[in-house]
């Protein structure tokens, strides 16, 4: 079923306010789309590829990191293989705090 615009931005609306009302951290969009982006896709994933995939700069990423590493839902590793590249893992928390996120996606979609 395709949705129309107004169905999606009612969608993104509802499911704000839903995550407002629980006890999760304040992500921002971009925190939200990198996350997104390492769990979503097949790994490896390095901070100069999400930058690059996300159409962002690299220190954006990096700070972005910064925020999601405090939270524990990705790490960055030294790539043993490429010292010069960093990359960006999954965590079980960040894995949790999705699924959660994903289960409240779907549930507002179907209420709507």
Same mark, same amino acid.
Do not use: C, N
């Given at each position: 079923?395709?949705?129309?615009?107004?169905?999606?931005?009612?969608?993104?609306?509802?499911?704000?306010?839903?995550?407002?009302?629980?006890?999760?951290?304040?992500?921002?969009?971009?925190?939200?789309?990198?996350?997104?982006?390492?769990?979503?896709? +097949? +790994? +490896?994933?390095?901070?100069?590829?999400?930058?690059?995939?996300?159409?962002?700069?690299? +220190?954006?990423?990096?700070?972005?990191?910064?925020?999601?590493?405090?939270?524990?839902?990705?790490?960055?590793? *030294?790539?043993?293989?490429?010292?010069?590249?960093?990359?960006?893992?999954?965590?079980?928390?960040?894995?949790?705090?999705?699924?959660?996120?994903?289960?409240? *996606?779907?549930?507002?979609?179907?209420?709507?």
């Amino acid at each position: 079923m395709k949705m129309t615009p107004q169905q999606a931005l009612a969608l993104y609306r509802t499911t704000g306010a839903a995550v407002l009302v629980r006890d999760w951290p304040d992500l921002t969009q971009r925190q939200l789309a990198i996350l997104l982006e390492v769990y979503l896709s +097949p +790994p +490896p994933h390095t901070v100069r590829g999400l930058a690059e995939k996300l159409a962002i700069s690299k +220190p954006a990423v990096s700070r972005a990191l910064d925020r999601l590493g405090q939270l524990e839902f990705a790490k960055r590793k *030294v790539d043993e293989a490429d010292k010069r590249s960093v990359l960006v893992q999954r965590t079980v928390k960040g894995s949790v705090f999705l699924r959660e996120f994903g289960d409240l *996606v779907s549930g507002v979609a179907g209420d709507l």
